[in-house]
Nanobody, 118 residues
């Protein structure tokens, strides 16, 4: 039912910024817990930031102070503002949606590539 489409990835120099977007269709974004994950080649997928249904946010230690997750109800999107990017941030970034209270509901977007390189 819910579909997620990520956008905004690209190539950026160290210290630069990118703003990722996760467009939610099929439902209202505020009904879901939304997480941004990333996966580098040969590495496990890891949670970067999340915003739960009621609006509370969570950040991985590596993202604190540099990344900001936000929700735009009018556009039904979740954004991840990434500042002070480092080469270690290079990965495919995925948007994930879960319904609060559901153990099996788990929807992923297709991913967007972020490359931080000089």
């Amino acid at each position: 039912q819910v579909q997620l489409v990520e956008s905004g990835g690209g190539l950026v120099q160290p210290g630069g910024s990118l703003r990722l977007s996760c467009a939610v269709s099929g439902s209202i974004v505020s009904l879901y817990d939304i997480g941004w994950y990333r996966q580098a080649p040969g590495k496990q997928r890891e949670l970067v930031a999340a915003i739960i249904s009621r609006g509370t946010t969570h950040y991985a230690d590596s993202a604190k102070g540099r990344f900001t997750i936000s929700r735009d109800g009018a556009k039904n999107t979740v954004h991840l503002q990434m500042n002070s990017l480092k080469p270690e941030d290079t990965a495919v970034y995925y948007c994930n949606a879960r319904r609060p209270g559901s153990y099996l509901y788990n929807v992923w977007g297709q991913g967007t590539q972020v490359t931080v390189s000089s």
